[in-house]
């Protein structure tokens, strides 16, 4: 209710700079804060790749770019959270404006850029975090410069600079907003750079589970060389998707921005992906659904398509600081009503419907 009336403020501001303001007043929430989350309701509890998850309602990427405000936002309800994407070297990323609210439509296209001040900046932070125990796992998203002339090196940097920070880390090769950078979803080169990753990882002393983010604007045999590689080198989940390059019908006078596309116009892109991804693995791999997540139902649908985790960023800028707790409340009724005991019974149970 409080964000109802709040919003049309925040909407006469530009995009990023009413991102800047809600993450400043994140940041200072007193750390005992626990404004609008909820008690952990047992139902919702997920072992995802070996690790405990209170709830699984994550914050995505992009919205906490640099590590700023993890802990306050797993205070408001989220079961974890995600930051970054983070490079080796800070880099300021495209020009402004590069953020855009497609109102009408309820998403958003960024063309951010990978903005960050760097693995060094977020790993002080990180470091200064973990020094309290924290309510949920906190990942570490990691790309590649813009101008690098090594982007699997960088990744490869990315893992062991990061590797002790994180509770998981994610191997973002989707953004549209760096030029190239999908190019890394092709077959050798994706097998090349999850070798590089994995030896990595064997480099440090800890070990975090390695996650891999994907485009939604994949063909069927992109699919199946993503799913063969991934399993082949170990990677612990896949999460489905990153924005899409795509225009459905919009109506927002910023449609034909260019960059990445999210929010409810991807939902049933990101859902149609995450199901061919559940196939081509015959539901071995563990899937993380993103995009255009909004309500309970949204997370239910994901859920029953093969998400063991679901993630969600642009829907908070429609819906506010207090839909992670909704969603959660929400999920825990339709599970109890459709007769699970538990939401890992329900993960996949589509198929058993069909």
Excluded: C
């Amino acid at each position: 209710m409080f964000y109802h009336w709040l919003r049309p403020a925040l909407f006469m501001t530009d995009a990023e700079s009413a991102h800047g303001l809600s993450l400043a007043a994140l940041r200072l929430l007193p750390r005992g804060a626990n404004p609008v989350s909820a008690q952990a309701d047992p139902i919702l509890t997920q072992k995802f790749a070996g690790l405990h998850f209170p709830n699984p309602v994550g914050l995505a990427p992009g919205y906490d770019k640099n590590a700023e405000a993890a802990g306050p936002i797993l205070r408001l309800g989220f079961g974890f959270t995600e930051v970054g994407t983070l490079t080796p070297r800070p880099q300021a990323g495209n020009p402004r404006p590069r953020l855009f609210r497609l109102v009408e439509d309820a998403a958003v296209i960024n063309r951010m850029g990978f903005n960050n001040d760097g693995q060094k900046a977020a790993a002080a932070r990180l470091e200064r975090l973990r020094r309290r125990p924290l309510p949920g796992p906190v990942g570490v998203n990691i790309g590649a410069n813009k101008d690098s002339g090594d982007r699997i090196a960088d990744y490869a940097a990315g893992v062991r600079a990061m590797a002790r920070y994180a509770d998981y880390l994610t191997v973002n090769i989707s953004s549209p907003n760096t030029p190239g950078l999908r190019a890394l979803q092709d077959k050798a080169a994706l097998d090349d750079l999850l070798a590089a990753v994995m030896a990595a990882r064997m480099d440090s002393d800890i070990r975090p589970p390695i996650f891999l983010k994907i485009a939604p604007d994949l063909t069927s045999a992109d699919i199946d060389n993503i799913t063969e590689i991934s399993v082949q080198h170990g990677i612990d989940a896949l999460i489905i998707s990153n924005t899409t390059i795509t225009r459905p019908s919009l109506r927002s006078r910023h449609a034909g921005q260019a960059g990445g596309l999210s929010g409810a116009p991807l939902r049933a892109l990101a859902l149609a992906r995450l199901r061919d991804f559940r196939k081509a693995s015959a539901g071995q791999m563990p899937l993380i659904g993103v995009g255009g997540i909004a309500s309970a139902q949204d997370a239910y649908v994901r859920i029953k398509a093969g998400a063991g985790l679901i993630q969600l960023y642009s829907a908070l800028v429609y819906h506010g600081p207090g839909l992670a707790v909704q969603i959660n409340r929400g999920l825990a009724a339709l599970l109890r009503r459709d007769g699970f005991t538990h939401i890992a019974e329900a993960v996949g149970s589509e198929e058993i419907k069909r």
